[in-house]
């Protein structure tokens, strides 16, 4: 089992500019969660998928946050355009939303840094 | 909504002391409860969970033990190691998937 794994590993990048984060959740995993984790605001939800359908985006901060699930086995979150206070790092996480217990397993993160 | 808090942000023990890490919810209605361990450089990892039909469950060296009538969850760690230093979190997770994290505690193992 290869678990979450997210792309790129690390992103810098400058103000304006367009970033895109990968993830492919674990085979068999039926919902899809990207969180931001700062030091100021913790694990912070954005935006969660169920059967490859935004169920609740009201974490996402603004417009310039778009999240896509085209198939089950991989998502995007995309900034555009990107702003310093978006420094942060983004997980994706995976889970089976279902009868029993479903804890989230996360990726290694995609630490983003906008100057 | 949730909200999510943890009593202690710090928590430094001795190696092979037990270690408790303490945990409060505030919607009575929850029922499934999960804590994560959060190395440096690395995304939360289940340690171990409960549901509210439970008050207590044990896994290798941890025990989670729940009190529903105070909303009170807490992580029991026996014999902690230094293998054992990370952030930990607590969090609830609601009907429709959704999970609420507490903001961590650090726990220091000194040898």
């Known amino acids: 089992d290869a678990g979450v794994i997210q792309s790129p590993r690390h992103e810098v990048t400058e103000m304006g500019q367009e970033v895109t984060l990968r993830c492919k959740p674990i085979?068999?995993?039926?919902?899809l969660f990207w969180y931001r984790q700062t030091m100021m605001r913790g694990l912070e939800l954005l935006i969660y998928?169920?059967?490859?359908?935004?169920?609740?985006d009201s974490g996402m901060p603004e417009d310039r946050f778009s999240a896509k699930m085209p198939n089950a086995s991989f998502s995007t979150l995309k900034i555009q355009p990107s702003e310093p206070r978006d420094s942060a790092v983004y997980f994706c996480?995976?889970?089976?939303?279902?009868?029993?217990?479903?804890?989230?397993?996360f990726g290694n993160g995609t630490r983003l840094t906008v100057t | 909504g949730e909200s999510v808090g943890l009593h202690l942000p710090t928590l430094s023990v001795q190696e092979g002391d037990n270690s408790i890490i303490n945990c409060a919810y505030s919607?009575?209605?929850?029922?499934?409860f999960i804590w994560y361990k959060q190395e440096s450089g690395k995304g939360p990892q289940f340690i171990i969970d409960?549901?509210?039909?439970?008050d207590k469950r044990q896994g290798q060296r941890v025990t989670v033990l729940l009190n529903k009538t105070v909303k009170h969850l807490s992580l029991q760690i026996a014999a902690t190691q230094p293998g054992d230093s990370a952030v930990y979190f607590c969090?609830?997770?609601?009907?429709?998937?959704?999970?609420?994290f507490g903001d961590g505690t650090t726990l220091t193992v000194k040898p």
């Open positions: 996480a995976s889970s089976l939303i279902g009868d029993g217990n479903s804890p989230l397993h």
């Open positions: 085979s068999g995993h039926n919902s």
């Open positions: 998928f169920n059967n490859n359908v935004p169920i609740d």
């Open positions: 919607n009575s209605a929850s029922d499934y």
């Open positions: 409960i549901r509210s039909n439970m």
């Open positions: 969090a609830v997770r609601g009907k429709a998937g959704k999970s609420t």
